[in-house]
């Protein structure tokens, strides 16, 4: 069964960068689509970024500041956070399927 563990979370001032990784473990198919969702307290949660063989997808709000990428061979996808804002602050949660990881906590503040 797979199991993803996310990772990279932190605090960071407006304007700076973070960069999240997913790991993942057991049977990863290269045709499903993993992605980067996001929950802000008091909202629904609402996808960030996806990503499958060949194409990638973003929400309006992150184009152009977020870049998401794969490794095949680690099994491994990230999410590169450029020029954050503080409405970019939520849990990030890493999607495969039917499985979520945890999450990890995204605080943008000054």
């Known amino acids: 069964q797979v199991q993803l563990v996310e990772s990279g979370g932190g605090l960071v001032e407006p304007g700076g960068s973070l960069r999240l990784s997913c790991a993942a473990s057991?049977?990863?198919?290269?045709?499903?689509?993993m992605g980067w969702h996001r929950q802000a307290p008091g909202k629904q949660r609402e996808l960030v970024a996806a990503?499958?063989?060949?194409?990638?997808d973003y929400a309006e709000s992150v184009k152009g500041r977020f870049t998401i990428s794969r490794d095949w061979l680690k099994d491994t996808v990230y999410l590169q956070m450029n020029s954050l804002k503080p409405e970019d602050t939520a849990i990030y949660y890493c999607?495969?399927?039917?499985?979520w990881g945890l999450g990890t906590q995204v605080t943008v503040s000054s």
């Open positions: 990503i499958s063989a060949g194409s990638t």
């Open positions: 999607n495969y399927r039917s499985r």
């Open positions: 057991g049977t990863i198919e290269s045709f499903w689509a």
